[in-house]
Structures are given as C-alpha cells and as structure tokens.
C-alpha cells in the first residue's frame, strides 16, 4: 500500500504539528526502508512471480525482521521510543509509534498471506487485497486525498518552495504510484530491492518541503519546526 503508507504520515501531522513530515514517513515507510537492504544483504528473501497477485508480482518468501508483526511492534517502540528521548515532544513520539505499526496493519490488509506473526513461526497472513485492484485503487486514493485535505488544512506554504514543493511531493507520489500498478513485472528482484531504497527521496522530499510551511489554526499561524529540531 504504497500511498496509503504516505497518508498515514500527511494525517499524522494533525495530531503533531511540530514533529517535520519527513519524520512522519520515515516512521510510516520504516519497515520499507529497512526491508531493501535486509534483501540485498541476503537476509531477507523475494522473488517475482507474475499473477501471484493482481496488482504486484512480488513474492515476499521471508521477512520476518522488517515486516513481521511482532518486530512490528517492536520497531515502532524502539522508534518512538528514540524520538520521544531526542526531542521530548509526547505527541510526536506516539504518532512515531503509530506510524511505525501503521506500515504492518496495512499491508496485512494488501498483503496475500505472506505477513508472519514472528521469526521463525510458520503462520502468515493477509486479507489480500491486491487480488481486488479496483477496490484497492480506490481505497488507497481516497486515503491520499483525505490526507492531502487534512495536511493542507493543517498548515500554509511560507513561500513558493512550500507551495511548489509540496504539489510535487503530491504529484511524483502519484505518479510513482501509477506506474507501479500498471508496469510490466520487473527484471529481477534486485531491481526492485534497489529502486525501494528510492523511497529515502520521499522521506527528504517531505522534510524540504515541509521546512517551508507552517501550522495554521483559526488564522494564526505559527513556523512548523525544521527536521533538525522535531
């Protein structure tokens, strides 16, 4: 659920406006930015194996240490937990929290059975909601919208680089999203591990831009705090 990951950080950002958006998806993309290098180290395992499902070819073989459920929850205490000993801001440090576990809950909903409950226990699962594209376009869409809406409400551009910036953080995470549910299977799973690490852009995309908005409520305005402070 490659959007819906990033909602969940852009809806975040109500509940703490001074925790920086890119903080806000590193925490939501955690799991995803762990998952790559894990891969290619040879510790984790995929392969690609068209019509597995009808949105990704990928086939996650093993990943119990970035995208098990109890390493889940262990992630996202340690990241909260690191946040909140950094800058000492609650409410940032559970919306780390909630983010972090956020990225499991919804690929459990994405995900076909593939998700194990904890290393070296057998069980996975997964609703499997890649098997129904349309609905899973759409319920991904709407989450990116109602997020947009929500993060927009939340703050104001400070200058061209907040307005400007922000519509094409907007516009390149559909974009990337469009063409990762309409290309062709990719070449090797080394590809794919490689190009996730590409999400790092996002993660300083969102904090540049977000640099350069501030939080707005009932007509006063006050500066969002840069990445270095929150």
Do not use: C
């Given at each position: ?70 390493m ?20 940032g ?98 590809v ?39």
């Amino acid at each position: 659920m490659f959007i819906g990951h990033f909602a969940v950080a852009l809806a975040a950002k109500r509940a703490a406006p001074r925790t920086s958006l890119g903080t806000l998806l590193f925490g939501a993309q955690f799991l995803d930015l762990l998952w790559p290098p894990l891969t290619l180290l040879g510790i984790e395992h995929f392969r690609i194996v068209p019509g597995i499902t009808k949105m990704t070819p990928l086939d996650f073989e093993s990943y119990p240490i970035s995208h098990s459920l109890l390493m889940s929850v262990v992630w996202a205490a340690l990241i909260g937990a690191i946040y909140f000993t950094r800058r000492r801001y609650q409410a940032g440090a559970l919306m780390m929290k909630i983010a972090v576990f956020s990225h499991w809950v919804l690929d459990w909903v994405t995900h076909r059975p593939d998700l194990q409950l904890a290393p070296g226990v057998a069980t996975r699962v997964g609703l499997g909601l890649w098997n129904h594209p349309t609905a899973a376009i759409a319920i991904e869409s709407a989450m990116l919208l109602l997020a947009v809406a929500s993060y927009m409400a939340q703050t104001r551009a400070k200058d061209a680089i907040g307005r400007w910036g922000f519509a094409g953080f907007i516009l390149a995470t559909a974009l990337i999203y469009v063409m990762d549910v309409s290309a062709p299977p990719p070449p090797s799973w080394q590809v794919v591990a490689w190009s996730a690490i590409a999400i790092w852009i996002f993660v300083l995309w969102a904090a540049w831009a977000d640099r350069h908005r501030e939080v707005y409520h009932g007509g006063a305005a006050r500066p969002v705090t840069t990445p270095g402070t929150q």
